[in-house]
């Protein structure tokens, strides 16, 4: 357990979030692919963008979120922890599906269709079906479902609040970090091209467990939270697994080009085997980078911090609307998709601004706790 703030964990957790709008815009921009937007034109650089980022922004996050889950349980009771987990998560959940998924699905449908036909459609789908619901919303039900198994977890075995691996294995395992990792790598590759590829040949890919109880994604992040909960219970490891390794750094860099290369040719076990090695090495890379160059306080970085959240719930109705919009403007595809990203950032922190000026604001969409309010008993007044 550190005394002082690590600084960097909270950076790289804020840019994974971040990333989110990158992402989107690149997935509405892609030439020949369909989205939940259409914007009837695109580039083939934005396919290789979105896939790009989507090797590594999701098993970073998940894996910071396990450490950070196992630091603090180490620090506080597990059902304390849990509560807290969930009245952070829940209400941004409910009030981003009640307020900005219904806005969301309605801007998509008017990108395909006109007006009549949108409604329609709009009101088909929200009755029918449960991701139209979830939408980017599905990493919220998976972080509860790993921080619920982390806590019970704990619960059932109240040694390991303060539990570290032996020592011994703590260090072969950083002695050796770039072999072990990247055989855990391949470890992993294989149960998620095994694991999920069963899931959908079983025939779960339907409206509740895949939808709306997000089953797959479940299967895919756990592994990454665990592995965060046991990196922040290593050490030793924990200190070699935030520096620069050149092997990995190369591991990366070929795992990478692989799986953009042949991005549209992989039978899809044999993608998700690859995408697994370059997201994990990619992200040790990200995290080493952030440790050697971000890690203290950083004013514009603190406020990206705290925004970050926010930014993430609200950012995907103002892409769809700009994207929308920008149909009609005469721009390259290039540029629009750059102003698109510029805009929804500057829109998604306004938003955050507006929210942390009311305390009803930030408990809605920030999980942030109502204040209290003291007690003041009236005056009593005497009758004359």
């Given at each position: ?45 934005f ?8 090797l ?27 509560q ?85 294995i ?26 999920v ?11 509740l ?109 103002i ?58 008993p009236?005056p ?5």
């Amino acid at each position: 357990m550190t005394k002082q703030r690590d600084h960097f964990w909270d950076a790289v957790r804020a840019l994974l979030m971040l990333l989110g709008i990158p992402y989107h815009v690149a997935l509405a921009y892609r030439a020949g692919r369909e989205w939940i937007v259409s914007p009837g034109e695109g580039l083939p650089a934005f396919t290789y963008g979105a896939e790009f980022i989507h090797l590594f922004r999701m098993p970073g996050f998940f894996l910071i979120a396990g450490y950070f889950a196992a630091l603090l349980l180490g620090r506080r009771a597990p059902d304390q922890w849990l509560q807290g987990r969930f009245l952070k998560l829940a209400p941004p959940f409910v009030a981003s599906l009640l307020l900005l998924v219904p806005v969301l699905n309605m801007l998509c449908e008017l990108s395909n269709m006109p007006w009549t036909d949108a409604v329609a459609s709009w009101k088909h789908n929200s009755a029918t079906s449960g991701g139209y619901w979830v939408r980017h919303l599905w990493f919220i039900i998976v972080l509860l479902y790993c921080s619920t198994a982390a806590a019970l977890l704990v619960r059932w075995r109240p040694a390991l609040r303060d539990a570290l691996l032996p020592a011994r294995i703590d260090a072969w395992i950083a002695d050796h970090f770039a072999v072990t990792l990247m055989a855990g790598a391949v470890l992993l590759g294989l149960w998620e091209a095994v694991a999920v590829e069963l899931f959908y040949i079983g025939g779960f890919a339907t409206n509740l467990p895949q939808q709306i109880l997000r089953l797959d994604e479940l299967i895919t992040y756990a592994p990454y939270f665990a592995s965060g909960c046991l990196l922040a219970r290593s050490p030793r490891t924990l200190d070699r697994a935030v520096r620069f390794i050149p092997a990995i750094a190369l591991v990366a860099l070929a795992s990478t080009a692989v799986s953009l290369l042949y991005v549209d040719s992989f039978w899809a076990p044999v993608g998700r085997f690859f995408g697994t090695i370059s997201g994990i090495a990619l992200t040790q890379v990200l995290i080493a980078g952030a440790k050697a160059f971000l890690d203290r306080p950083i004013p514009l970085l603190q406020r990206l911090v705290e925004a970050s959240f926010v930014i993430y719930l609200v950012h995907m109705p103002i892409v769809v609307m700009l994207v929308l919009l920008g149909k009609s403007v005469a721009l390259p595809v290039g540029a629009k998709a750059a102003a698109v990203m510029l805009l929804t950032l500057a829109l998604s922190y306004g938003a955050w601004l507006l929210v942390e000026r009311s305390a009803w604001l930030r408990f809605l969409f920030n999980g942030d706790p109502m204040p209290r309010r003291s007690y003041q008993p009236r005056p009593r007044t005497v009758a004359a």
